[in-house]
T-cell receptor
């Protein structure tokens, strides 16, 4: 089945220790998104890629970086995690941009910062 | 600014009907999505409305009024597995999704 895969599902890191979250997709979608979602809050868009064109949301902290080495994979790097970065990180894809396409989500990575 | 409002939490009884409302103010409108999110899981697509009116899909229906900036999700014949959060999201003028915080629906036997 075509899908969006995120690894790991649960990640524990120490305050200030860099961490990388990964996402892969078998849907062959051009657009990939990274969202941060805290409990009972709306998903907050951090970045999106159209193919390899990177788009950073204006209020995404510099502490967050992203890489998309190819169509299938996308990574979220948190350079120096703080306690406030503990959240669920959701990766999503959509077929294209320029139309209101449905977004397909991975199962998420829950990040704990100790 | 852009804003999506939904009730924080609702409670309903198994077998009953519940309506979850969503109001929005966005810069542009290219349709409204409803997603279901079970606790600790990813959102999954339920419906998409771009024209006024009611879209029915099995036990779930979604309504849109663009002039009022209003939508609702109607769930019929509620089942325990419908306990989840329901997120409303609007596609804005740039086709970016503006998300609501979600409505947590609690189903009681």
């Amino acid at each position: 089945d075509a899908m969006v895969i995120q690894n790991p599902r649960y990640q524990v890191t120490q305050f200030g220790k860099p961490v990388t979250l990964s996402c892969s997709q078998t849907l062959n979608h051009n657009v990939m998104y990274w969202y941060q979602q805290k409990s009972s809050q709306a998903p907050k868009l951090l970045f999106h890629y159209y193919d390899k064109d990177f788009n950073n949301e204006a209020d995404t902290p510099d502490n967050f970086q992203s890489r998309r080495p190819n169509t299938s994979f996308c990574f979220l790097d948190i350079r120096s995690p703080g306690l406030g970065d503990a959240a669920m990180y959701l990766c999503a894809t959509s077929r294209e941009i320029g139309q209101p396409y449905e977004q397909y989500f991975g199962p998420g990575t829950r990040l704990t910062v100790t | 600014g852009q804003n999506i409002d939904q009730p924080t939490e609702m409670t309903a009884t198994e077998g009953a009907i519940v309506q979850i409302n969503c109001t929005y103010q966005t810069s542009g409108f290219n349709g409204l999505f409803w997603y279901q999110q079970h606790a600790g899981e990813a959102p999954t697509f339920l419906s998409y409305n771009v024209l006024d009116g009611l879209e029915e899909k099995g036990r779930f229906s979604s309504f849109l009024s663009r002039s009022k900036g209003y939508s609702y999700l109607l769930l019929k014949e509620l089942q325990m597995k419908d306990s989840a959060s329901y997120l409303c999201a609007v596609s804005d003028s740039n086709y970016q999704l503006i998300w609501g915080a979600g409505t947590k629906l609690i189903i009681k036997p």
